[in-house]
């Protein structure tokens, strides 16, 4: 059993500046790929970022390609999402996932209903 809790990093900011969520989890997540989706207003959660289980392979949404950063840090069991050139639409709430049964190497990940354990989330609001 796994469980997730977004610890710090939601907030307001102006558009053009950096965030950075980070993510805490309980029981032993070293052979689970960890990752974020997020909801945006009117929209269905989407996919934003995951990283394998060693943290040395991510896999990113188009949209937030080049401008966020996913990180997990094994010992400290955390993973990190670093959102840097933020623009308005990338405000909504943001979630942590985790689940062992996912291979983006072999084309899951990207979809919600593939995750098991999910964060409460944390609200990040772009302003232009």
């Known amino acids: 059993q796994v469980q997730l809790a977004e610890s710090s990093g939601g907030g307001l900011v102006q558009a053009g500046t950096s965030l950075r969520l980070s993510c805490t989890a309980s029981?032993?997540?070293?052979?689970?790929?960890m990752g974020w989706f997020r909801q945006t207003p009117g929209k269905e959660r989407e996919f934003v970022a995951v990283?394998?289980?060693?943290?040395?392979?991510?896999w990113y949404a188009d949209s937030v390609k080049g401008r966020f950063t996913i990180s997990r840090d094994n010992v400290k069991n955390t993973v990190s999402l670093q959102m840097n050139s933020l623009k308005p639409e990338d405000t909504g709430v943001y979630y942590c996932?985790?689940?062992?049964?996912?291979?983006?190497?072999?084309?899951?990940?990207?979809?919600?209903?593939?995750?098991?354990?999910w964060g409460q989330g944390t609200q990040v609001t772009v302003s232009s």
């Open positions: 029981g032993r997540t070293f052979d689970y790929y």
């Open positions: 990283i394998n289980r060693a943290g040395s392979y991510s």
């Open positions: 996932v985790a689940d062992d049964q996912v291979n983006p190497y072999e084309d899951t990940g990207f979809r919600e209903r593939e995750y098991t354990y």
